[in-house]
């Protein structure tokens, strides 16, 4: 089940049990870092109802709790009718719903991602007309102008993705090599200390770097953690010049080359990958969170959401293929094969949506 099922399960529950009129009911999306006890998710929808309905609550308890409690009852009679399907409900203290899915729902969540990323995380198709904005960074002048031109550029196709007409084709899932115009180009053409910078470092690792953090006009020697300058240039690229895991940039295109390769490999015979549930669920659920995060980043216009998330689902993809279990512990671990395409496929097209190509081999 994905979050846009979740989401309308939990409407059409709530517009039942308490008589609304579905469009007097707030979209609130289900989210994984929200859940409690183990679930794959929980709605905040409860208590955002309260307002509404509270002069047909009785006078006594937590209104946030009698609201929960007669969605999750809606939603017990809409399974046991057979209109839905869930593994568990509960609700908690904050009058929020908590759900675990079945074995076959989050199959079928991950299948949807690996199937179509970039419809899974906006929920429609990108078939458009239209072009992707895309500066070239190297015509600014100063490194700050190029880290506005990204940010710009950012913002622009993450309002394009999620706005109201359909956006033009996105990331392709062809091969996609490592070279960069600017590190594999003729170094004598870039004068300008923006140009200097894109050639030190590269337009991914720059435009990961102008992304990843929240001031507009950051101070020239502020990073975003470690050696990780917000303007990396000629003199201090930082981090950004490594080929290493403390290179963002690096870090999360080499994750999308390993998960493209592990869906290859899969593909050819090789045994999937095993991992325990709690290293799968983390995965899992991010991929699950993917919708809303998107979502919110475009509304806030605030680009290093995306960047963070991205870098969340790329550690967790790689606590999962490192797992011991397998070896250690094989009767712990279970094969996920839906797993793999499916990071790659919201790792490409958040790196699409940040200007940035994802390499397909190691």
Same mark, same amino acid.
């Given at each position: 089940?994905?979050? *846009?099922?979740?989401?309308?399960?939990?409407?059409?529950?709530?517009?039942?049990?308490?008589?609304?009129?579905?469009?007097?009911?707030?979209?609130?999306?289900?989210?994984?870092?929200?859940?409690?006890?183990?679930?794959?998710?929980?709605?905040?929808?409860?208590?955002?109802?309260?307002?509404?309905?509270?002069?047909?609550?009785?006078?006594?308890?937590?209104?946030?709790?009698?609201?929960?409690?007669?969605?999750?009852?809606?939603?017990?009679?809409?399974?046991?009718?057979?209109?839905?399907?869930?593994?568990?409900?509960?609700?908690?203290?904050?009058?929020?719903?908590?759900?675990?899915?079945?074995?076959?729902?989050?199959?079928?969540?991950?299948?949807?991602?690996?199937?179509?990323?970039?419809?899974?995380?906006?929920?429609?198709?990108?078939?458009?007309?239209?072009?992707?904005?895309?500066?070239?960074?190297?015509?600014?002048?100063?490194?700050?102008?190029?880290?506005?031109?990204?940010?710009?550029?950012?913002?622009?196709?993450?309002?394009?993705?999620?706005?109201?007409?359909?956006?033009?084709?996105?990331?392709?899932?062809?091969?996609?090599? *490592?070279?960069?115009?600017?590190?594999?180009?003729?170094?004598?053409?870039?004068?300008?200390?923006?140009?200097?910078?894109?050639?030190?470092?590269?337009?991914?690792?720059?435009?990961?770097?102008?992304?990843?953090?929240?001031?507009?006009?950051?101070?020239?020697?502020?990073?975003?953690?470690?050696?990780?300058?917000?303007?990396?240039?000629?003199?201090?690229?930082?981090?950004?010049?490594?080929?290493?895991?403390?290179?963002?940039?690096?870090?999360?295109?080499?994750?999308?080359?390993?998960?493209?390769?592990?869906?290859?490999?899969?593909?050819?015979?090789?045994?999937?990958?095993?991992?325990?549930?709690?290293?799968?669920?983390?995965?899992?659920?991010?991929?699950?969170?993917?919708?809303?995060?998107?979502?919110?980043?475009?509304?806030?216009?605030?680009?290093?959401?995306?960047?963070?998330?991205?870098?969340?689902?790329?550690?967790?993809?790689?606590?999962?293929?490192?797992?011991?279990?397998?070896?250690?512990?094989?009767?712990?671990?279970?094969?996920?094969?839906?797993?793999?395409?499916?990071?790659?496929?919201?790792?490409?097209?958040?790196?699409?949506?940040?200007?940035?190509?994802?390499?397909?081999?190691?």
């Amino acid at each position: 089940m994905t979050p *846009w099922g979740l989401e309308a399960l939990a409407r059409e529950a709530a517009s039942r049990a308490l008589g609304l009129d579905p469009a007097e009911i707030p979209f609130v999306w289900p989210r994984h870092d929200h859940a409690d006890r183990g679930a794959d998710a929980a709605t905040a929808l409860p208590p955002r109802l309260v307002s509404t309905v509270r002069d047909r609550l009785p006078g006594r308890g937590d209104p946030r709790l009698l609201v929960c409690g007669r969605i999750a009852a809606e939603l017990t009679a809409m399974r046991d009718d057979g209109r839905c399907d869930f593994a568990h409900l509960l609700g908690d203290a904050r009058g929020f719903l908590n759900v675990t899915l079945t074995e076959g729902q989050r199959h079928a969540l991950l299948s949807a991602a690996a199937a179509d990323a970039p419809h899974y995380l906006t929920g429609r198709s990108w078939d458009g007309e239209g072009s992707w904005p895309s500066s070239a960074l190297h015509e600014a002048g100063p490194v700050a102008q190029a880290r506005r031109l990204a940010r710009a550029d950012a913002r622009d196709r993450i309002a394009l993705a999620t706005g109201g007409t359909a956006p033009p084709p996105g990331p392709g899932d062809g091969a996609s090599g *490592w070279r960069d115009p600017y590190l594999d180009g003729d170094p004598g053409d870039l004068l300008t200390p923006a140009g200097r910078a894109l050639g030190t470092v590269g337009e991914a690792s720059a435009r990961v770097a102008f992304c990843r953090s929240i001031p507009e006009h950051p101070r020239e020697s502020e990073t975003t953690g470690g050696d990780l300058p917000v303007l990396p240039s000629e003199g201090r690229p930082g981090a950004w010049v490594r080929l290493t895991d403390a290179n963002p940039a690096f870090r999360l295109r080499y994750a999308h080359a390993h998960a493209v390769s592990l869906s290859r490999w899969a593909e050819e015979g090789a045994v999937p990958h095993a991992a325990c549930a709690e290293h799968t669920a983390a995965p899992r659920g991010l991929l699950f969170d993917g919708p809303s995060v998107l979502d919110t980043a475009a509304r806030r216009e605030e680009p290093h959401i995306l960047v963070r998330y991205l870098e969340a689902l790329a550690s967790a993809y790689d606590e999962w293929r490192t797992c011991p279990a397998a070896s250690s512990s094989p009767e712990r671990a279970v094969p996920e094969p839906a797993l793999p395409p499916a990071v790659a496929g919201v790792l490409r097209t958040g790196l699409f949506l940040l200007g940035v190509s994802a390499p397909t081999r190691l």
